[in-house]
Structures are given as structure tokens and as C-alpha cells.
């Protein structure tokens, strides 16, 4: 089955899969559509499926899977996955804000040519004051296989992770439990972009301005997650190459 056939497959299960979102893209496409399917009545269950890369093991089992009948004796049912949302509040214009995120909460300078100077509290202590860096990233266990996993080096389970994008001083990174309250208070006045997944606002923030971040108490329930991070359909369309070839004059 090729690509155009296997999306033919999905539109069919789309179509009478009426508690089931199939999301047919890449991690950003999870990251960015996710809140549409979120309801107060809660959440539909999502399935994410890659849209190019995918490995002839999953490619095979996709095929089988939009194509079963009701009947069908093979067994291809998909383990459901919950995962945690964070909540950043905030004040902007003296009014109250929420960014939830499903993956993570940035806080970074409009201003690309200058860094940040904040401190970062847990459970209203200082864990580290007065970093110079271009800004923070708050990851969710989702989103610890992200982008925070390109700024900090690390991946979790469990808890809230705090990651320093380009700090000045080399300062560990932290992961914290998930009954944690993150506050990320401004040293300096700056103008800010805050992020949530796809989501950004921006807020020109005086000195003292605090982000806190906690755990939304809310899960979103995800299908075949495991099936979505197969660490082959990943390395077919994330895949670096480092050529290390040089020459001497």
C-alpha cells in the first residue's frame, strides 16, 4: 500500500470512527491540532499515524488496521497512552492568562539579538537566580522527546521539565514531580514570546513578571503511541547525517 492508498484507508476510518481522531502527519501535526478534539465533556481519543516515513512493519500494520472488518480474527488493537496537559498562567495587561500545552511551554525574548535574565522557582524556591539565557522551556513527558530533548540533553517519564535555552553559564536542567508549581519570574523588563505547542502570545513584561506553570490535571488519551515513536519510522524522516569530511590547504 502506498501513501495515497493508506490516506484513502484512513478517510474511511475517519469516517464511521466517530470517537476516534486520526491525525495524519508528524509530531508537529500532534502538537498542533490536538486541542481541536479536547471538549468539555473530554477529549476525543486520538491516533496519530506519519504521513512519510513510516517503516515496512508499520506500513503492513496500518494496512491491516483501516482495512479490518469488524469480524477480522488478527489481532491489531492499539494500547491506549494518557498524557498529562501543562497550564503556564500569567498576567498581560493586567488581565488573567492561560496557555495549556500538550508538549511545552517556552518562554524566550522578542528580541532575537538579546538574552533573558530570570530566576525559576519550585514550590516558591529558588532553585536558580539571575540566569542570562535566551529563555526557558517548560516540557510535558510528551514533549520531553522534542524540542526539549534538543535543548537539554535529556528525556523523562514522569514529572515537568525545565529546560535553559542558551544560557550563559552551563546550569543543569531540572525535572521536577508533576504536583511541582514552576514560577519563571523576569529579572529585567523585556518584551516576551510565550509559547504553548503551536500557540504563541506575546507580552511586553516589566520586571518582576512571573509565569507559573503547573499540571493541568487533565489527560489527553492518545492510541498507538508506541507505534507513533517506532524508533525506524522516526530515523526514515528525522534521520541526521553528519558527513565528517574536511580538507586542509
Given at each position: 500500500m502506498d501513501d495515497k492508498t493508506l490516506k484513502e484507508a484512513i478517510d474511511k476510518f475517519s469516517a464511521r470512527a466517530k470517537d476516534i481522531a486520526v491525525l495524519y502527519g508528524g509530531d508537529?501535526?500532534?502538537?498542533?491540532e490536538w486541542r481541536k478534539f479536547r471538549?468539555?465533556?473530554?477529549?476525543k481519543c486520538l491516533l496519530p499515524i506519519r504521513n512519510y516515513g513510516l517503516c515496512r512493519k508499520h506500513l503492513e500494520f496500518y494496512t491491516k488496521f483501516f482495512n479490518a472488518s469488524e469480524d477480522s480474527e488478527e489481532d491489531l488493537s492499539?494500547?491506549?497512552?494518557?498524557?498529562?496537559?501543562?497550564?503556564?498562567?500569567?498576567?498581560?495587561?493586567?488581565?488573567?492568562?492561560?496557555?495549556?500545552?500538550?508538549?511545552?511551554?517556552?518562554?524566550?525574548?522578542?528580541?532575537?539579538t538579546a538574552a533573558l535574565r530570570f530566576n525559576i522557582k519550585v514550590n516558591g524556591k529558588p532553585i536558580v537566580e539571575n540566569v542570562i539565557a535566551n529563555g526557558v522551556i517548560l516540557a510535558t513527558k510528551l514533549g520531553s522527546t522534542g524540542y526539549f530533548k534538543s535543548v537539554a540533553r535529556t528525556i523523562f517519564t514522569q514529572g515537568i521539565g525545565i529546560g535553559l535555552i542558551a544560557p550563559t553559564y552551563s546550569v543543569p536542567n531540572i525535572v521536577v514531580g508533576s504536583a511541582d508549581k514552576i514560577q519563571f519570574e523576569l529579572v529585567r523588563r523585556a518584551k516576551l514570546v510565550v509559547t504553548a505547542d503551536k500557540l504563541k502570545q506575546e507580552v511586553d513584561a516589566e520586571a518582576g513578571w512571573i509565569l507559573e506553570a503547573v499540571d493541568a490535571c487533565?489527560?489527553?488519551?492518545?492510541?498507538?503511541?508506541?507505534?507513533?515513536?517506532?524508533?525506524?519510522?522516526?530515523?526514515?524522516?528525522?534521520?541526521?547525517?553528519?558527513?565528517?569530511n574536511y580538507c586542509i590547504v
Open positions: 508537529g501535526t500532534l502538537v498542533g471538549t468539555r465533556k473530554g477529549s492499539l494500547k491506549q497512552f494518557l498524557f498529562p496537559v501543562l497550564r503556564g498562567s500569567f498576567k498581560d495587561k493586567s488581565l488573567d492568562n492561560y496557555l495549556d500545552a500538550l508538549s511545552e511551554l517556552t518562554i524566550v525574548n522578542a528580541d532575537q487533565e489527560n489527553i488519551p492518545i492510541l498507538g503511541y508506541d507505534h507513533f515513536m517506532c524508533p525506524e519510522c522516526r530515523k526514515n524522516r528525522n534521520s541526521t547525517l553528519v558527513n565528517d
